[in-house]
């Protein structure tokens, strides 16, 4: 008996798949499976991916799948559509955190700056399931506050966070988060 409910559920299960059965993917984190990788876009502490900007398509196709979006780009940003309205229009949710590139520097430089990024962070770390998607124009950006946040509050190595903020997409802001760690 239990050979045959174990086969049964194996042969529907290989159904399913063969008609494309999934879950449904739910507003505002619905299933990150659901989501193949593109080229730029980093995986990244096992709760999050960086990426550039996602183009609209993208947007629509990841937002609803993902736990948020969460742009650190600043609005004076050239982008081609109303970033927020399209993750809304799809069921995901949207916040701005901007660490502007005009003065990204600066804006790295400012604690208080920084304590919003950390925030976010720490409120995805809360549900690495669901992971949450961080962008910026290239990922540099997203890639050196997971640095800073490595080091600053969870107490890693110099060394440690640069090459954590490496695989979240940093590249050349590195010697900035050096010099606000106090490692030339």
Not at 57 to 77: M, Y
Request: include cysteine.
């Amino acid at each position: 008996m239990r050979t045959t409910n174990l086969v049964l559920a194996l042969v529907f299960s290989l159904a399913l798949s063969a008609c494309g059965g999934k879950d449904e993917p739910t507003a505002g984190g619905g299933s990150a499976d659901a989501i193949t990788f593109q080229e730029g876009e980093m995986p990244f502490g096992g709760f999050a991916v960086s990426s550039g900007q996602p183009d609209e398509a993208r947007l629509r196709e990841v937002a609803p799948n993902v736990a948020k979006v969460i742009s650190f780009r600043g609005a004076d940003e050239n982008k081609d559509y109303d970033e927020a309205a399209v993750v809304a229009e799809v069921g995901g949710t949207f916040e701005s955190i901007p660490f502007p590139k005009k003065s990204v520097r600066d804006a790295l430089k400012d604690p208080e700056a920084r304590k919003k990024a950390y925030a976010a962070f720490e409120a995805a770390l809360k549900e690495p399931s669901k992971m949450t998607w961080f962008h910026c124009g290239s990922g540099n950006r997203v890639g050196a506050l997971w640095a800073l946040y490595r080091a600053e509050v969870e107490g890693k190595s110099v060394e440690e966070a640069i090459a954590d903020g490496k695989t979240a997409g940093l590249t050349k802001l590195e010697p900035v988060v050096r010099e606000i760690l106090g490692a030339k």
